[in-house]
């Protein structure tokens, strides 16, 4: 962390999405029962944004989604993470549009 005038500056909000997209990953693997090696790959080779604005430009759904769709835990996504109000300004519209009606497909 950088420090300013003495004081440490909070992390980046880029910085703090990308933990809790490794906290996902761990927290899939934990109280799931499943284990995102590709996700965890991506995000650790090109970040946290990064990775969740590749796999919300793909027409698809990933395969994540559909394992943890299938395990009841949809709130263990990256597209549930984006949603998060804190993170939405990271995100373009179309984006968190592709986000909500991956979720809202879901949960139909």
């Given at each position: 962390?950088?420090?300013?005038?003495?004081?440490?500056?909070?992390?980046?909000?880029?910085?703090?999405?990308?933990?809790?997209?490794?906290?996902?990953?761990?927290?899939?693997?934990?109280?799931?029962?499943?284990?995102?090696?590709?996700?965890?790959?991506?995000?650790?080779?090109?970040?946290?944004l990064a990775t969740?604005?590749?796999?919300?430009?793909?027409?698809?759904?990933?395969?994540?989604?559909?394992?943890?769709?299938?395990?009841?835990?949809?709130?263990?996504?990256?597209?549930?993470?984006?949603?998060?109000?804190?993170?939405?300004?990271?995100?373009?519209?179309?984006e968190l549009a592709?986000?909500?009606?991956?979720?809202?497909?879901?949960?139909?």
């Open positions: 962390m950088a420090r300013t005038n003495g004081a440490v500056d909070p992390p980046s909000l880029e910085a703090l999405f990308h933990r809790e997209m490794v906290r996902i990953c761990q927290r899939s693997r934990d109280e799931a029962g499943y284990h995102p090696g590709l996700l965890l790959r991506l995000v650790t080779e090109k970040g946290g969740a604005q590749q796999l919300l430009r793909s027409p698809l759904v990933s395969d994540g989604f559909t394992a943890l769709w299938e395990r009841g835990r949809v709130d263990l996504t990256a597209e549930a993470l984006v949603l998060r109000p804190e993170f939405r300004v990271l995100f373009t519209e179309e592709a986000a909500r009606s991956r979720l809202n497909a879901a949960s139909s």
